[in-house]
């Protein structure tokens, strides 16, 4: 297929406003090109996508509410360490114009054969695409992956998505209407993404959970010590296929995630799981592949924590595994794995450990104060947290979700809070009637002044482990960009 004149220009153009936008005016640049791009061109999203499909590249697309960065960036990094040449959005920019940006800007000048009439060569051996849920529709068809992994379906920003059935519903009737024989990686344990694939003819890849995973004493610790969630975590009150209410059995005591679920109504119901994880020795994880013997395991220690880390882990190696990619480097690239701002970013600042968890949704958010704050020791020595909740058009319009997260479970656990952005009371308001004191929270409007005071309150904690907590919304964390990077 011949590479047209028009879109060897737009490349050139493209990486032209990049380089202005990157170095002389130290902004990020993958979105804007793209979104001036398609107002001059309305046809370019079809003519890039319409190049790839010819050319038989790989496309691995990464869906879903909560770890689709961390999980994409987990295959991406893993297949440039085996030596592939990967095209990825991994800053996250996962709307059509930073998916669109990311395919145009994997070119170079030296790609275009500019004075040429050359056949269109795309200069990487595969794509891997983290795609928002809204999108997932728009872009999927036009892409035809080779793979779809699905990390979870919770409720988010409902002002855009409306409710998360809807949005379940769309992404397996897109799937379904694929003419190519996609494969689909799916949580064994998450009812909604579980659903995606039921009664669907495509190849399936199950990841989830051994139950050895979980401990089964009151106390409900996996082999790491790792204090459990005590409630399941899912959206999923009733079946997604017919509406009923949907059984959930707990192998273990009030473990955090489904390893039983079903419908007696319509048989929907969990699948065996094809790819597990469970603990070692020495916090080691280790994955078995269903009917492997001890030999086919892998292990290795994951440099990120918390069980919803694990379950990214999982995912990706689903399908690093199924496209052959040796264990050695997977290990490696796992053990080694360096995580974008925001996404359980961690950074230290002379004498300070700086942590920072995106926050945008109860699930996410309940997580995330598991790990930071559900140590049964912490109590001991309890965390100090800087919030930024705001409510502009990318973080979502309607804050009310705030009311869902179980602050009540960690307010023992939590020492001074700092909070700022647009919504500032909404939050303080949501925490005393969490029961925490008025005394350990200040309100600061001023985002980096409130920066400096969390620095204030650590500094002045009589501790070598000086540890601080940040957790914003979408725009607040990338206004945090420029005091920590």
């Given at each position: 297929m011949l590479f047209r004149k028009k879109n060897k220009a737009e490349i050139v153009l493209y990486i032209f406003l990049k380089f202005v936008l990157n170095k002389i005016l130290r902004r990020e640049g993958d979105v804007l090109p793209a979104y001036i791009l398609k107002k001059i061109d309305k046809d370019i999203f079809d003519d890039f996508t319409e190049y790839i499909t010819s050319s038989d590249i790989p496309v691995i697309i990464v869906t879903g509410t909560n770890g689709k960065t961390t999980t994409a960036n987990l295959i991406a990094q893993t297949l440039k360490l085996a030596g592939k040449r990967v095209c990825s959005n991994l800053n996250g920019a996962n709307m059509s114009n930073g998916i669109l940006g990311a395919l145009i800007g994997a070119f170079k000048f030296s790609d275009l054969g500019l004075f040429e009439n050359t056949f269109f060569k795309f200069p990487s051996d595969y794509i891997v695409i983290e795609s928002d849920e809204k999108v997932f529709p728009f872009v999927v068809p036009k892409l035809k992956p080779y793979a779809v992994v699905i990390t979870n379906f919770y409720r988010d920003q409902l002002d855009r998505y409306g409710e998360v059935n809807s949005t379940v519903s769309e992404i397996k009737k897109t799937i379904k209407n694929l003419s190519c024989d996609t494969l689909l990686v799916l949580p064994?344990?998450?009812?909604?993404?579980?659903?995606?694939?039921?009664?669907?003819?495509?190849?399936?890849?199950?990841?989830?959970?051994?139950?050895?995973?979980?401990?089964?004493?009151?106390?409900?610790?996996?082999?790491?010590?790792?204090?459990?969630?005590?409630?399941?975590?899912?959206?999923?009150?009733?079946?997604?296929?017919?509406?009923?209410?949907?059984?959930?059995?707990?192998?273990?005591?009030?473990?955090?995630?489904?390893?039983?679920?079903?419908?007696?109504?319509?048989?929907?119901?969990?699948?065996?799981?094809?790819?597990?994880?469970?603990?070692?020795?020495?916090?080691?994880?280790?994955?078995?592949?269903?009917?492997?013997?001890?030999?086919?395991?892998?292990?290795?220690?994951?440099?990120?924590?918390?069980?919803?880390?694990?379950?990214?882990?999982?995912?990706?190696?689903?399908?690093?595994?199924?496209?052959?990619?040796?264990?050695?480097?997977?290990?490696?690239?796992?053990?080694?794995?360096?995580?974008?701002?925001?996404?359980?970013?961690?950074?230290?600042?002379?004498?300070?450990?700086?942590?920072?968890?995106?926050?945008?949704?109860?699930?996410?958010?309940?997580?995330?104060?598991?790990?930071?704050a559900g140590n049964s020791n912490a109590c001991a020595n309890p965390v100090n947290i800087l919030f930024a909740l705001s409510d502009r058009d990318a973080d979502g319009r309607d804050v009310s979700w705030i009311w869902d997260v179980e602050f009540e479970k960690y307010v023992k656990n939590i020492g001074k809070i700092v909070i700022t952005g647009l919504r500032p009371f909404d939050l303080a308001v949501r925490l005393r009637t969490a029961g925490l004191d008025k005394n350990n929270i200040t309100v600061e409007h001023n985002l980096k002044k409130a920066f400096k005071k969390i620095f204030q309150i650590v500094g002045g904690v009589k501790s070598s482990d000086k540890k601080i907590y940040i957790l914003p919304t979408y725009t607040e964390l990338l206004r945090l960009k420029k005091y920590i990077i």
């Open positions: 064994s344990f998450e009812p909604l993404a579980s659903f995606v694939g039921y009664g669907l003819k495509n190849r399936k890849i199950y990841y989830g959970f051994n139950k050895f995973f979980f401990g089964n004493d009151d106390t409900v610790k996996n082999k790491a010590g790792m204090r459990l969630t005590e409630t399941a975590i899912t959206d999923a009150l009733t079946c997604p296929g017919c509406g009923a209410l949907l059984l959930i059995e707990n192998e273990l005591n009030k473990n955090a995630l489904l390893l039983n679920f079903k419908c007696e109504k319509c048989g929907f119901t969990n699948c065996n799981t094809d790819v597990l994880a469970n603990y070692n020795s020495h916090d080691e994880i280790k994955i078995q592949l269903h009917n492997e013997t001890d030999d086919g395991d892998f292990v290795f220690k994951p440099v990120l924590t918390g069980n919803y880390n694990i379950a990214n882990y999982l995912a990706a190696y689903s399908v690093l595994n199924n496209i052959k990619i040796d264990r050695d480097i997977i290990k490696h690239s796992f053990e080694n794995f360096e995580t974008k701002f925001g996404r359980s970013f961690k950074k230290q600042i002379k004498d300070f450990e700086i942590n920072i968890d995106l926050v945008k949704n109860p699930a996410g958010f309940n997580r995330v104060l598991e790990k930071i």
